[in-house]
């Protein structure tokens, strides 16, 4: 983390680092440029409840950073914590958008040829179909503004192409995506799981269960292909040889693969950019998690989706109250 934040910090970021000050200021030693550290000497930690914690824990520095993104005295948070720390201090001080039923953990899928946004990923097991429509204009909103892809395909997965297919959710959430009119976004209608490898699809809507399972299948098929074509091309003389005149093709095929090129996965929803990283992300996953959530920033990712869920008439009716706690569906995904 240290690492990653010293590396944007060089490319004219400004960074704040939260947690203890001592141990910070001497891992980051002479690259200290640009990074300001805050003293917070607490932590919350994968064996704690996370809802209590973040409440309970006021000086973890998980709590001290998203309480600076909802006093505005950050733009944007990024962090290799918990995702169940993230999503519940987040709740408390970033808050949700008002209007917005449920945050949802996006993640940007390095599928060749195109970058893919699936959400949810693990933040809400259960969902309802009001907030899977939510679902589809965040994603929108985040692939246009971050990822710069213009009227963005939004596709709801689920067992099957046509309309009537998938649980009842899906079915209703389907009818009320289709009969939108002026959407800043393409539906293109019930996706299923090959087409997240395709390349036709910009954004894919699912419930956090669905997404969890899709996403850890995903990853984990990914690394078995380019370890088996590692391994091909190790196993004698004749294809090491082959190996080295196809290396430079190889190469950007395993880079398109990586989610080091993305950084981690988004909360998307709150009144604040939120990315949540692998704990064990490299330094230049953090530095691109960062240069992610800074561009989101400059392009005003959360204005543009509240105005596009205002606009579409999908928000929540009513004054929303404030978040009292974290949903009770609410688990951890792969980060």
Known sequence: MVAGAAEAAAHGTRVVLYGPAAELRREIGDSAAGVEVVDAPDEITHF??????????????????ARAVGDAAADALVTTGPTGAA???????????????????????????????LLDVGANVAVRPEHLVQFAFMGAAFSAGVL???????GLLSIGEEQ??????VVAAHERLGALDGAPFDFAGNVEGFDLARGEIDVVVTDGF????????????????VGAIRDAIRSSTVSKLGGLLVRHKLTPLRESFSQE?????????????????HGNSSPRAIANAIALSEH???????RRTADSLAAAGVLRSGQMPEPSSVPADSVTSHT
């Open 48 to 65: 704690d409840e996370p809802a209590r914690a973040a409440r309970s824990k006021p000086e973890a520095s998980i709590v001290r950073a």
């Open 148 to 154: 710069g892809v213009a009227n963005p395909r939004v």
């Open 164 to 169: 009537g297919k998938g649980t009842a959710d």
């Open 296 to 302: 989101g920033v400059e392009e005003e990712v959360v």
């Open 87 to 117: 999503l519940a201090a987040s709740l408390i001080h970033v808050k949700r958008l008002p209007g917005v039923y449920r945050p949802a953990l996006a993640v940007v899928l390095p599928v060749p040829g195109r970058r893919l946004l």
């Open 210 to 225: 669905t997404g969890n399972v899709a996403l850890k299948t995903l990853e984990a098929t990914a690394k078995t292909v």
């Open 261 to 277: 090129s993305v950084g981690g996965a988004y909360l998307l929803g709150l009144r604040g950019l939120v990315v949540v990283c």
